[in-house]
Each structure stands twice: as C-alpha cells, then as structure tokens.
C-alpha cells in the first residue's frame, strides 16, 4: 500500500520534530521543510537515514514545490519565543502571512487537509478567564509582542477564509505553553530558561513578583491532540451547552462549532510563575537564588486554556501529569547543559 505523504513546516524545530518523529512512527512518509532560522537539525538527524524521510531546506515565505501527491501538512514554521521575534520581527510576521498563504496554496494545489499551529497569543493579555476560543483577545498590534501575536492572527483569517471560499480542508488550533525534550535552553521562554539557570546553578530570574499564571503542556500530550484534530474526518458542527459538558440541540443556547474552527490544546492546570520556579529547583537539586527583575511590556498576566471543544471534538485532555513530565525534561537538558 502506497504511504500517506506528510509535510511539516518547521520540522528542525521542538514542535515539529516531535511530529516528524510521529508521523514516521505512523507509517507516513515525512517531507521535513525548515530553513533553520530557530531551528536545529540535530533534532532530525536520527530521521535522516530513513527512506520514508525527505528534507528540504526552504524558506515556507517563498514559492513551495513538492512533487507528487500530498495528503496532509502541518504548518508549524514560525518563531515562537520572544527572543526570537524580538530579533527577527519581520521574518515572523513574513512566516505567519507569506509563509502562511504559501502552504495555504500549495494544500488547495494538492487537495491536501491543512492544519496551522496557531497559539494562545493571540489572546492577548486576557480580559476572560480561562481563555475559551470564543475570546477575541486583548492584543497591543504595535506593542513588542505584536508581530507574533498579529501574525498568528492574520494566519487564523487566512486560513479561514481558504476554507470558506476555496473549500480547503483546515484545522487551526491554538497552543498553549508547552515544554520536553528539544526545547532550546536559550530560548527566552519560562521554563527552559529556569531549567537552564537551576543546572549551571545561576540565579533564577522572575518577572514582576511572579505571581502571574502559566498552564504547562508536555509534548507526547500535544502532539496528541494535533493528531487527532488532523485525523477528524466527520464534518458535523457540534453543539454544546455554555457550560460546555453536554451535546444538545441549537434552541438551547448552544455554543455552535465544528473541526474548522479553533481548538486550545494545553493543560488547564495552572500554576504561578513562582511556583514553577520553585518546582524546577526541587527536581534539579539546585542551588539557585530567585531573583526578582521587571515584567516585560505586555506580558500576559494570566494564561490557561478552557478544553472543553477539545474534549468534546477529540475526547482529549491531558494524560501526563507536570511532576512527571518536569522531571523526563530535566533529565534530557542534564544532558545538553
């Protein structure tokens, strides 16, 4: 039987391995697409000697071209920590939109099911919480944040509308803090940067007084959920309950949605930044002071998603619990610090 073909946008990088790794293991043939700006081949090379395997180093901003059939792709190029779109803004408003359109068309080209990796960002500093994916955000578009923010949700409304005009096969879902193996050290988020600080026994830097809230998913649990969102094939809208529990009819107020539109995948529980912090030094057994600096201009104070449409769509949740996951994630960076 012939392989299903896959591409995969950012494939070099944390996500994207971790999908590539996936896919394989799924039987798939994998066109691994990165142009290594954030990403790391290192993250691959055990993929390279497969046949099933196929890389291609290619800017997604300019004209894609693959041969062949094409069943799926996952479009997971993009910078995603604020160092990153810190230093390069205009390629990360270039990857949301030009890179964007580009992966859009070539899924129409192909008659390929595409499915975005869109973020919690795109809410903002939110006013509603938990963050359900009616909220429209509270985003500054011309804050330090704006390029990625405004980025992903320009890709949100491209995707969208080639779904609604050109009848292409999307998913888009909104990803939530998420951490494992692979993740970059250096890479500015929360917890790779306590990890890192905690193992070379350096201070551990806190923003504001670290009271602002962050929900952590592990990798092996979200790279789940985007499988089976991709996987979904009926094409029903589902009808919920405002209290999100049941399935019921429209006349009762139902909160309608269907596969196309966004899903939060992340884990609910939510904790302190201050509270990771002390966590990270539990597990590594460090001797690291926590130091207090300012809070960064339009840092979200607060970020949990609700899950109910991924529960109800994909029956999904998390599975691996943070103390766990915290520990499998400490062990893989002893390694490379």
Not at 19 to 27: P, T
Not at 149 to 175: L, P
Request: hydrophobic share 40%.
């Amino acid at each position: 039987m012939k392989r299903k073909r896959v591409l995969i946008t950012g494939a070099a990088g944390f996500l994207g391995s971790h999908l590539s790794d996936r896919f394989i293991k799924e039987g798939f043939h994998v066109i691994a697409m990165d142009n290594l700006i954030t990403g790391d081949l290192r993250n691959i090379e055990h993929l390279f000697k497969l046949e099933q395997f196929e890389f291609y180093h290619h800017d997604v901003t300019k004209f894609i071209n693959i041969p062949g059939q094409l069943d799926y792709i996952l479009h997971f190029a993009s910078p995603a920590s604020p160092i990153d779109y810190l230093k390069i803004p205009i390629q990360t408003l270039k990857v949301g939109s030009l890179g964007t359109h580009n992966c859009l068309g070539l899924a129409k080209a192909k008659n390929a099911r595409i499915l975005v990796a869109s973020t919690s960002e795109v809410y903002g500093d939110p006013l509603v919480h938990p963050q359900t994916e009616e909220y429209w955000g509270n985003v500054n578009p011309v804050g330090p944040r704006g390029v990625y923010d405004e980025a992903k949700r320009f890709q949100e409304a491209m995707t969208m509308a080639y779904h609604t005009f050109h009848k292409v096969e999307t998913r888009i879902i909104r990803i939530f803090n998420t951490y494992g193996p692979r993740m970059r050290l250096n890479d500015g988020r929360a917890l790779p940067a306590f990890i890192g600080q905690a193992l070379r026994g350096e201070d551990m830097t806190v923003f504001g007084d670290g009271s602002q809230t962050r929900s952590f998913c592990y990798v092996d649990d979200l790279v789940r959920g985007i499988t089976g969102l991709l996987f979904l094939d009926s094409d029903k809208t589902v009808e919920q309950r405002t209290d999100r529990k049941f399935l019921v009819t429209r006349n009762e107020g139902a909160d309608v949605f269907s596969m196309h539109d966004p899903v939060n995948l992340g884990n609910p529980r939510e904790l302190t930044v201050l509270e990771i912090a002390k966590l990270i030094l539990e597990f590594t057994g460090s001797s690291s002071q926590i130091t207090y600096h300012p809070l960064p201009a339009d840092d979200p104070k607060v970020r949990r998603p609700d899950i109910s449409r991924a529960r109800t769509l994909l029956k999904w949740e998390p599975q691996v619990e943070l103390e766990d996951a915290l520990r499998r994630t400490v062990e893989y960076f002893r390694k490379v610090v």
